[in-house]
């Protein structure tokens, strides 16, 4: 068996379009790179949707920008979560940190963070995050009005959609996810997470509610009809090269550099038009569930379930099955040879569900594809019982340290002056004098002043070229002078080549209205309404957040307006911007979706739209700092869906017949005694607590 230790770096042209792979750290990115990566994309210490990953450091960011210029690579930084008022001065200074370095796109989700980057930073790239759950043409127009280079569409769009969306914005970048774990509900419009637990995914801290069971209330079955299956968009990946797109990205900060050679192997060898097949095996160990093309192919009346089934974990190859078992020993049959420490599972019946149990092989006599296999203890395995395969000892990778690698500095040119008495050393607009005691000597000290100068450590700042200006000719001068001279003087020049900008907060204030409460504003069965509700002598409407349609959905819109009276209308999606943009008559109010978790996400809004008259503040937060450019309303009274989703829970979770379906259906679920109703409208599904109180939320 060949183990990746054996893969040489992957030597290639680069192609028309870009593989980009995630790197929870440095070691992931230099796997990449070496398999055939064109690019990375990693997050910092803060401001990071991947919490759980190791993320990089400020030296870290060093040495992997020098790497990744060295070798023609690209770098990608996320700084994909929500931040309220008082991060704004922390986010400004981990912008300044990759403002020093640069990089090729900053990948975002805040409003906020796009408005300061494009006034304080304009050589950062901005780039639109998944999790602005941008899908429609609109959204991405929106996006490139605002400076946008780049877009990442949602995972929730099939072929037919994107190419439509490629067409209509051709000279925009589009980023399509291939591959990787799929999330139950649209990307950032999630809340599971923060209202059944308290961790907010739109922060980097989604604790999965997705992949946990719940309990149908018709049958009383436990299940996981939220856990829908992995990305693997396979050989579909020609097809979005004929379209157009610019990038394909893979999902998994939070794996390791296993997963990331041999999925950057895997869709390499499919971009490059050879044959992917040695890599399934690896692709599959090192991290798959259930897999398939997600949405990627349109979903037709009766498609495959897109769900994990019975257990929503890794589980790797299936290899064979297990034929009898004697104690703790047991027979199996499979079609690849079993070694030492491979990583074993199998699924075991437990109350409707299936528990892994999970075991290193510990192999004793080996006969044809049958082998004994010595468990740990006396679990008791079925004859029949599937196996897998979900680590290969085989394909452990030697881990690189990341100070193997160098780190990128600011290189001066300096000139040193030498006399007898002292040096000087000039560089930056910075020149210091250094007193020595000069001995005679047969030698020049050019050659040691230079190497040592030379020299600069963990210092981010490096003295390249040195000129030399020697007035006394041959002397010896002590090197510890030199060293002291070379530190003092690094210091200082990196002391002033520091970026002393800071955030300031400050806003004009503007009109603004407080908006009724949130839960008034619902339409029967959606978080949002397109029929209008009249409160206080203005008629509240709100475009929805999710829509395939566009052109009905403003059109229908557009119908509604000339028929009510005082109109207000919700923004929900990124896109509704164009819609105002065509519609400067009416007013409007960034609605619970267009999120305001910051005043400066406020003021962009506010610049591109400049009839609004206010909007609800982030639903996650319970306050907000002046300034603002207008009073932010606290949605205290409201409870959002924990889930928006475009897969089909009567289909999709349940496993129902198409046949039957009346395309209206009201479902409820039980999970740790809360209860959920959930709605599958026209195979769209929105799930909501049932019987919550209001939670009490205060503005200061």
Not at 302 to 311: D, I, Q, R
Not at 420 to 443: F, H, K, L
Request: charged share 25%.
């Amino acid at each position: 068996m060949m183990g990746l230790e054996d893969f040489t770096p992957y030597r290639y042209t680069q192609s028309m379009i870009e593989l980009a792979l995630p790197a929870g750290t440095i070691k992931e990115a230099i796997a990449a790179f070496r398999a055939g990566a064109d690019a990375v994309y990693f997050g910092m210490k803060d401001f990071s949707a991947r919490k759980g990953a190791g993320n990089f450091s400020e030296e870290d960011l060093s040495r992997i920008r020098r790497y990744s210029l060295e070798n023609e690579k690209r770098i990608y930084i996320t700084v994909n979560t929500l931040i309220d008022d008082n991060d704004l001065e922390r986010l400004y200074e981990t912008l300044k940190i990759i403002d020093r370095y640069g990089c090729d796109g900053l990948i975002v989700q805040d409003m906020g963070v796009a408005r300061i980057v494009r006034n304080d930073f304009p050589s950062i790239p901005l780039h639109g995050s998944t999790q602005l759950a941008v899908h429609t043409v609109s959204g991405v127009k929106a996006l490139q009005k605002l400076g946008f280079e780049r877009v990442v569409l949602s995972r929730e769009l099939n072929l037919e959609e994107i190419a439509r969306i490629r067409k209509a914005c051709p000279d925009v970048e589009l980023k399509v996810f291939i591959h990787g774990a799929l999330c139950y509900g649209f990307s950032g419009l999630c809340m599971a997470s923060h209202c059944i637990t308290g961790r907010s995914a739109n922060e980097g801290s989604c604790a999965q509610i997705c992949r946990s069971w719940f309990r149908d209330e018709e049958t009383g079955k436990r299940y996981y009809p939220f856990s829908l299956e992995d990305l693997d968009a396979g050989m579909l990946v020609r097809k979005l090269m004929e379209i157009g797109i610019d990038s394909l990205k893979v999902e998994g900060r939070l794996k390791g550099p296993e997963y990331v050679d041999a999925v950057t192997r895997y869709y390499r060898a499919i971009i490059d038009g050879k044959d992917p097949e040695p890599y399934r095996h690896a692709v599959a160990v090192s991290f798959q569930r259930k897999a398939g093309p997600g949405f990627l192919q349109p979903l037709q009346r009766g498609h495959e379930t897109m769900t994990t089934g019975p257990f929503p974990g890794h589980r790797g190859e299936r290899i064979g099955r297990v034929l009898d078992q004697r104690g703790r020993k047991i027979l199996v049959e499979s079609e690849r040879k079993i070694k030492a420490y491979d990583g074993l599972l199998v699924l075991l019946p437990d109350k409707g569900l299936l528990e892994p149990y999970r075991f290193s092989a510990k192999v004793g006599e080996t006969l044809g594809n049958r082998s004994i296999l010595v468990l740990p203890d006396e679990e008791r395995i079925p004859a029949g019982t599937p196996l897998y395969m979900i680590s290969d000892s085989a394909l452990n990778m030697k881990s690189i340290s990341s100070s193997e690698l160098p780190l990128m500095k600011k290189n001066f040119r300096a000139a040193i002056t030498v006399t007898r008495e002292a040096i000087t050393a000039e560089a930056g607009g910075i020149r210091e004098e250094y007193s020595i005691q000069a001995e005679d000597s047969e030698n020049s000290p050019d050659e040691a002043i230079r190497t040592i100068f030379s020299q600069s450590g963990s210092s981010p700042v490096a003295l390249s070229p040195i000129d030399i200006i020697n007035s006394i000719g041959q002397c010896y001068i002590n090197p510890s002078m030199l060293k002291k001279a070379r530190r003092d003087f690094l210091e200082k020049l990196s002391a002033a080549a520091a970026d002393e900008r800071h955030y300031t907060a400050h806003a004009d204030s503007a009109e603004s209205i407080m908006l009724p409460k949130r839960s008034r504003l619902d339409g029967e069965r959606t978080p949002w309404n397109m029929e209008g509700i009249e409160i206080d002598g203005c008629t509240y409407i709100s475009f929805p957040a999710v829509r395939y349609d566009e052109e009905m959905v403003f059109c229908r819109m557009e119908e509604k307006l000339r028929t009510l009276h005082n109109p207000v209308i919700g923004l929900n999606n990124i896109g509704d911007i164009i819609f105002a943009e065509k519609h400067p008559e009416y007013r409007y109010f960034a609605d619970i979706y267009l999120y305001l978790p910051n005043r400066e996400a406020a003021k962009l809004l506010k610049e591109m739209v400049p009839s609004l008259i206010g909007g609800y503040l982030w639903i996650e937060r319970e306050s907000f700092t002046e300034p603002w450019p207008f009073r932010p309303t606290v949605a205290s009274d409201y409870q959002p869906p924990i889930f928006i989703s475009r897969a089909c829970y009567r289909h999709d979770g349940l496993g129902l017949s198409c046949e039957s379906c009346t395309r209206h259906n009201t479902f409820h679920a039980e999970q740790n005694g809360r209860r959920y109703a959930v709605y599958a409208d026209n195979c769209m599904t929105i799930v909501r607590e049932e019987g919550r109180m209001p939670r009490r939320w205060t503005a200061t």
